[in-house]
């Protein structure tokens, strides 16, 4: 008999968790597991690339009244006669006001958010939550299951939120499961009492298609031989730290270096960064390409990987352009060091971008030493559907 799994993430949207939530459903044996996927909202960019078996879930009525703007959706529950959730969604906002960051501001609204939703019908063989916070606080509060798993993609104390609101949550979930034996450590470290909950499941690359969407005709072309070409793929967010890759170039560019930098992606950075550029003039040596449905053919054109991190958990982009064999720069982020080699399947760069421009240069002017890394990468068994067994263990424990 098939088991009944349900999965719950916030959105679609681009990123590295939704991108690597996509892989491990397509990597799924639906012979012998049926899946649910549970959306706070039913939009991304990657929402058309889940497998045709898997079932959507709809939103409350509740919820679709709640997402309206503030005042009309205080009207419309008065007008249903719902002052409860009238009352709730204002004391959602005076609590979004007093948070002193967004972390802060998902952990103490979640008492007034949850109220919008319904509990999920039915026992499930399990319930996932995919995403650190609201994912786990919802299969927590809301889902019937046999047993409940949560997954932490990135480091939490980088987001700065209350750990004894996180704790409380943590403890209520059979396991939690995060990208990398760096995040486990960390985790355990901050959760002594929950210790043994924690497992370590890398997000899953599936290489074949990878290479397949990378060979596909694409809109964008970058530029001639003559110029050299350094790519980034991902959200336009504070955690990236675009500005020591905007630095970076500019620094090269002062060389003579005909270089060109590519931002692949969106987010609330992007008008800083594209002020920060013209501020500098360099408008034309740098290009916000918005996002991209498959940016493989870009970063497989591309002369260079570059990623200017402050943190981050495993990147799934990063581990793509491994399988496109590109060559990379990136700065020392905790979890860097389990993704790249230095000085053989990449460099590693201190997050300075006089650093950065140095590593990027080395690559640019040393065409042995860039062949080198691509052989490396080449040896390399990249991609690791394999994964998804772990996936499996776990849920038959």
Same mark, same amino acid.
């Given at each position: 008999?098939?088991k009944?799994l ?20 397509n990597a799924?044996?639906?012979e012998?597991?049926?899946a ?12 058309p690339l889940?497998?045709k078996?898997?079932? !959507?879930? *709809? ?7 709640f ?11 008065c007008k249903?006669? #719902?002052l ?8 959602f906002?005076?609590?979004?006001? #007093?948070?002193?960051n967004?972390?802060?501001?998902e952990?103490i ?17 399990a319930?996932?939550?995919y995403l650190e916070k *609201?994912?786990?606080y919802f299969?927590t ?14 480091d939490?104390?980088a987001l700065?939120?209350n ?5 409380k ?6 396991k939690?499961?995060?990208?990398s034996?760096n995040l486990?450590?960390?985790?355990q470290t901050? +959760?002594p009492?929950?210790k043994?909950k +924690?497992y370590?499941?890398e997000? !899953?690359n ?5 290479n397949e ?7 964008v072309?970058?530029?001639d031989d003559e ?5 980034f793929?991902?959200?336009l967010?504070?955690e ?14 002062k060389?003579?270096?005909?270089? #060109?930098?590519y931002?692949?992606?969106e987010?609330?950075?992007r008008l ?8 500098k ?8 390409l918005?996002?991209? *449905?498959?940016?493989y053919?870009l ?11 402050? +943190?981050?958990g495993k990147?799934?982009a990063?581990?793509e352009?491994k399988i496109l064999?590109?060559p990379i720069?990136?700065?020392?982020f905790?979890?860097? *060091?389990?993704?790249?080699t ?10 300075n971008?006089?650093f ?5 240069e080395?690559?640019y002017?040393?065409?042995? +030493?860039?062949?080198e ?6 040896q390399?068994?990249?991609g690791?559907e394999?994964?998804?067994l772990?996936?499996?263990?776990l849920?038959?424990?």
């Amino acid at each position: 008999m098939k088991k009944k799994l349900l999965f719950v993430i916030p959105s679609l949207a681009l990123g590295g968790a939704e991108k690597s939530f996509v892989n491990l459903l397509n990597a799924l044996d639906f012979e012998k597991y049926d899946a649910d996927v549970f959306l706070f909202v039913k939009s991304g960019e990657f929402l058309p690339l889940l497998p045709k078996q898997v079932k !959507i879930l *709809s939103i409350s009525e509740d919820f679709a009244t709640f997402s309206l703007p503030f005042l009309k959706s205080v009207f419309t529950f008065c007008k249903k006669g #719902r002052l409860d959730l009238a009352l709730y969604r204002l004391l959602f906002v005076l609590a979004n006001t #007093r948070a002193r960051n967004a972390s802060v501001s998902e952990q103490i609204t979640w008492k007034y958010l949850k109220n919008f939703f319904p509990k999920i019908k039915g026992n499930y063989d399990a319930a996932i939550g995919y995403l650190e916070k *609201s994912s786990n606080y919802f299969i927590t509060d809301r889902v019937s299951a046999s047993q409940k798993i949560g997954w932490i993609h990135t480091d939490l104390k980088a987001l700065d939120l209350n750990f004894a609101f996180e704790e409380k949550y943590l403890k209520k979930l059979d396991k939690i499961i995060t990208v990398s034996e760096n995040l486990v450590g960390k985790l355990q470290t901050y +959760f002594p009492v929950i210790k043994e909950k +924690f497992y370590c499941i890398e997000n !899953i690359n599936l290489a074949k298609i990878i290479n397949e969407l990378a060979n596909q005709p694409q809109d964008v072309i970058l530029e001639d031989d003559e110029v050299f070409n350094i790519i980034f793929v991902g959200r336009l967010v504070k955690e990236k730290a675009l500005h020591i890759a905007i630095e970076a170039l500019e620094l090269l560019l002062k060389k003579n270096i005909n270089a #060109r930098l590519y931002l692949v992606g969106e987010g609330n950075k992007r008008l800083e960064l594209q002020k920060m550029v013209q501020e500098k003039n360099i408008g034309e040596k740098v290009v916000f390409l918005g996002v991209q *449905s498959n940016p493989y053919p870009l970063v497989k054109a591309s002369d260079l990987f570059l990623m200017t991190s402050v +943190f981050e958990g495993k990147s799934i982009a990063l581990e793509e352009a491994k399988i496109l064999k590109k060559p990379i720069v990136i700065t020392n982020f905790s979890t860097a *060091s389990e993704q790249i080699t230095d000085g053989k399947t990449g460099l590693i760069a201190e997050m300075n971008a006089l650093f950065v421009a140095e590593k990027i240069e080395k690559i640019y002017r040393d065409q042995d +030493f860039k062949n080198e890394i691509i052989n490396h990468l080449s040896q390399e068994k990249l991609g690791n559907e394999d994964e998804i067994l772990k996936f499996y263990q776990l849920i038959h424990e």
